[in-house]
């Protein structure tokens, strides 16, 4: 690490960019199933409740 | 019926593929991040730097890694989609749906990162060189395969089409394999061959696989994810899901 900050400084931005742009994009991709997956279930669950509301009035 | 067989076609059903996916998914989160941890550590801690690349020679624990994924993972939707419109399988449409976003992801960073290691090594970003130039088509195979699938309604049909359009862009994965040797390119020759001696010492060589490694088994557990989100949308009207959903259990 000493010699990443040290000899290697001129390249030290280019491998924290790279790494940031790693993890960002691989945390964006990790995130969204879980965020799609929310909404569908909370979709699917008001879909429901108005058929059965539906239901229950006929 | 052969038992492995028999396995593989109950997998093809829609809730048992939901049940299996979701008991897989946490060991391969756990595993995903016990070998990129140590990957990771050890690319940027532990390895030497390169006598000639310097420090920048770190990137590439990043850019080999997501360079291998972005073509295994064309390769395996490839498959999938061979599935998906010759026998008609479910899952086999899904699961070749799922993978383009994470392999567009993968590539995207292969992109950033080789870009990012060319400044301080070849003093430019970018070049349109074949190597780089191939794999900027990849990501626009990507983009199209994602952007098919999400222009038709039905949802079958437009993974039939997107298959099809998969299949014709398999075409480019030996051009980016051998681009390196069949035109005079910036980029480097492949320095890790599976037959034969590697070019790289072992003390970077290990590092590099573990990561290799690290990468697969995210993509895996990525993939199983969205797969699990595109089973419930796709099988939203059936008993199974609302039988699930509605009941005090998250998951079957």
């Known amino acids: ?58 | 019926m052969n038992p492995i067989l028999y396995w593989f076609h109950k997998l093809g059903s829609p809730p048992t593929f939901y049940a299996f996916a979701g008991k897989l998914m946490p060991w391969l989160l756990v595993l995903t991040l016990i070998s990129g941890g140590i990957g990771l550590y050890w690319g940027l801690f532990v390895a030497p730097a390169d006598y000639l690349q310097g420090e920048s020679v770190r990137i590439i624990y990043i850019h080999v890694p997501a360079a291998w994924m972005s073509m295994a993972i064309y390769a395996f939707m490839a498959v999938n989609a061979i599935f998906a419109l010759v026998w008609r399988t479910k899952i086999a449409e899904i699961l070749a749906m799922a993978a383009a976003p994470i392999g567009a992801a993968f590539t995207f960073i292969t992109l950033v990162s080789g870009s990012l290691w060319g400044r301080p090594t070849w003093g430019t970003y970018w070049t349109w060189d074949a190597r780089l130039t191939s794999q900027l088509v990849l990501l626009f195979l990507y983009f199209g395969v994602i952007g098919l699938y999400s222009a038709i309604e039905d949802r079958r049909r437009a993974a039939r089409a997107a298959s099809l359009l998969i299949l014709v862009g398999v075409i480019n994965l030996p051009i980016i394999r051998y681009s390196v040797e069949w035109w005079s390119t910036l980029h480097q020759p492949a320095t890790i061959r599976l037959v034969g001696e590697s070019s790289m010492h072992a003390s970077m060589l290990w590092p590099l696989l573990i990561m290799a490694i690290a990468t697969k088994f995210y993509f895996a557990w990525a993939l199983l994810a969205r797969s699990r989100v595109m089973v419930l949308r796709q099988e939203s009207g059936k008993a199974w899901v609302r039988d699930m959903l509605e009941s005090k259990e998250p998951r079957p």
Do not use: C
Request: net charge positive; aromatic share 12%.
């Open chain 1, 1 to 58: 690490m000493n010699e990443l900050l040290s000899e290697g400084l001129s390249h030290t931005p280019f491998i924290i960019a790279s790494y940031i742009v790693f993890f960002v994009v691989l945390l964006a991709d990790a995130v969204y199933p879980w965020i799609a997956r929310r909404r569908l279930v909370r979709d699917l669950n008001t879909r429901w409740r108005r058929e059965r509301v539906r239901q229950e009035k006929t």
